[in-house]
Nanobody, 117 residues
């Protein structure tokens, strides 16, 4: 499966963005999908995941602000990000795996999210 992340941009604190992870080559319903983020000099951080069955999970810092969802008809997973904070600034990556919801085999390129204060 190939993954294409998009939707990043510059937004003011308190604003919203929706990231998209479009899959090609295989149907997204066959994969668990995760969103991760990374800032320079820091380890890549898990943000959210959605399993093949649709169960979701989030890191504590985004709970109540971010929502992960998928549209099987569009073969796309979304990350709706509301109430954005400057500390959410990072390059966001989506990843997928057919078996694991924590160890992902396939990765897309990143999309940059910048939140200004």
């Amino acid at each position: 499966v190939q993954l294409q992340a998009s939707g990043g941009g510059l937004v003011q604190a308190g604003g919203s963005l929706r990231l998209s992870c479009a899959a090609s080559g295989r149907t997204i319903s066959s994969y668990a999908v995760g969103w991760f983020r990374q800032t320079p000099g820091k380890e890549r951080e898990f943000v959210a995941r959605i399993t093949r069955s649709g169960s979701t999970g989030y890191t504590d810092s985004v709970k109540g602000r971010f929502i992960i969802s998928k549209d099987n008809a569009k073969n796309t997973v979304y990350l709706q990000m509301d109430s954005l904070k400057p500390e959410d600034t990072a390059v966001y990556y989506c990843a997928a795996d057919p078996w694991s919801s924590s160890d992902y085999r396939y990765w897309g390129q990143g999309t940059l999210v910048t939140v200004s204060s």
